[in-house]
């Protein structure tokens, strides 16, 4: 397909694992970020890659938070040691050139933490 | 810091009707505004957006509208159909550039 791809859809976490969520960008797309929706609320900004560089992440709620993006194609949002408030879905988007102006949205993954 | 507000979080209108949904911003110097669509599991949906230096665009059965001077952006959606109940954000471009700034959401609800 030539959206933006996301995996695991879904993701069941104990409390204290660590879990990593991937994205597939659209081919050629420059820009790539990552949000977290919580229920009934809009999507939030985490983090922000141009390329491989991670050009701003201060959305990042705290160091159990890490993301990268290291051939500038496919990205990684990892948790550490898991909290239930880290239950969100969480988006990936890239739009075509620098900069944060149309992004198009992977469908996202449900993370819940028990 | 930014925000972005809705003044309505549900809106329920009848087939065929136009629907109008409202938001509001904070911030006088931004410069870009998306609207998205987003159905129940799925991520948001890009619909339309519009730079500051136009007040009003359109697309297919929408328009979105920019009143700078009280910093408020609608989206106008013509002849409402039942596959547009849907939650509908509107973001605004942060001062980096770098995130978009999204909205509470209001959720559309069409009854035929």
């Known amino acids: 397909g030539a959206g933006v791809s996301q995996s695991p859809r879904y993701k069941v976490a104990k409390r204290g694992q660590d879990v990593a969520l991937r994205c597939d960008p659209i081919?050629?797309?420059?820009?790539l970020f990552w949000y977290q929706q919580a229920l009934g609320q809009g999507p939030e900004f985490l983090t922000y890659?141009?390329?491989?560089?991670?050009?701003?992440k201060s959305g990042l709620p705290s160091d159990r938070f890490f993301a990268e993006r290291p051939e500038g194609s496919v990205s990684t949002l990892k948790i550490q040691r898991t909290q239930q408030e880290d239950s969100a879905v969480y988006l990936c988007?890239?739009?075509?050139?620098?900069?944060?102006?149309?992004?198009?949205f992977g469908p996202g993954t449900r993370l819940t933490v028990l | 810091g930014e925000s972005v507000g809705l003044h309505l979080p549900t809106l329920s209108v009848q087939e065929g009707d136009n629907s109008i949904i409202n938001c509001a911003y904070s911030?006088?110097?931004?410069?870009?505004f998306i609207w998205y669509k987003q159905e129940s599991g799925k991520g948001p949906q890009f619909i339309i957006d519009?730079?500051?230096?136009?007040d009003k665009r359109q697309g297919q059965r929408v328009t979105v509208l920019l009143n700078k001077t009280v910093k408020h952006l609608s989206l106008q959606i013509a002849a409402t159909q039942p596959g547009d109940s849907a939650v509908y954000f509107c973001?605004?471009?942060?001062?980096?550039?770098?995130?978009?700034?999204f909205g509470k959401g209001t959720t559309l609800s069409v009854s035929s």
């Open positions: 988007a890239s739009s075509l050139n620098r900069g944060a102006d149309t992004q198009y």
């Open positions: 081919s050629g797309h420059v820009s």
């Open positions: 890659f141009q390329n491989e560089a991670q050009l701003d």
């Open positions: 911030n006088s110097a931004s410069d870009y």
């Open positions: 519009i730079r500051s230096n136009m």
């Open positions: 973001a605004v471009l942060n001062q980096a550039g770098t995130a978009l700034i």
